[in-house]
């Protein structure tokens, strides 16, 4: 008996969208929001406290990295401040310590890290938009949309049959065109799961920090 072959809905196509295959080129954030101050060192270290150091535990403002900072001596810190972490003169970091996982967060950092991604999200609304219009399929039964927590097949094809006829313009077009809710809570709900690493697929962060166990 020969199977007749179904009409694939969209190709097979692997890549991801052009924004974030550009955006992964990059290897490191430029700038970090502060989600916890600690001017005595972390609450964990064993050192005593005369020989520990400020610490910040900050997110990046491009791939939500979550990273550790030495702050320079006498700086004063907010949280939710923007901060530059990239290359050239820093007025506030002395050092990047390293990347951290989610599960290394301090209770208080883990309060901020919501707030802080819909903020960045907000404020980047263009790139966000982009990717609603960009999207393609991981595989014949699977499209990035679908990675999206509350978007199934047909607010997946809403979207793809909305984006041919005039792209995306902002988050209030793409909800009105769509009767998507809450775009920016939607990807806040995904950051979150890409950074507990809840799925194997990523959007919007990079790969976790290799373990050094």
Do not use: C
């Amino acid at each position: 008996m020969v199977r007749e072959r179904r009409k694939r809905p969209y190709q097979n196509n692997r890549r991801e969208s052009p924004k974030l295959s550009e955006q992964s080129k990059k290897k490191y954030e430029e700038f970090a929001y502060v989600l916890h101050y600690m001017p005595k060192g972390h609450p964990d270290d064993k050192k005593p406290l005369y020989a520990r150091q400020p610490l910040l535990q900050v997110v990046g403002a491009t791939f939500f990295t979550l990273l550790e900072i030495i702050p320079k001596k006498n700086v004063q810190v907010g949280i939710r401040e923007k901060i530059f972490i990239g290359k050239g003169p820093r007025s506030v970091v002395d050092h990047v310590k390293g990347r951290i996982t989610y599960d290394d967060l301090t209770a208080s950092a883990k309060f901020e890290l919501s707030e802080v991604i819909r903020e960045i999200i907000k404020t980047n609304q263009d790139r966000y938009v982009q990717f609603f219009n960009e999207a393609r399929p991981l595989t014949t039964r699977m499209h990035q949309l679908e990675l999206l927590p509350g978007i199934g097949k047909k607010i997946m094809w809403d979207i793809i049959n909305e984006r041919k006829k005039q792209p995306f313009k902002d988050f209030k077009d793409l909800s009105e065109r769509v009767r998507i809710p809450d775009p920016i809570t939607i990807i806040e709900k995904r950051v979150i799961t890409e950074l507990q690493n809840g799925d194997k697929y990523r959007i919007f962060t990079r790969p976790p920090p290799q373990s050094s166990k």
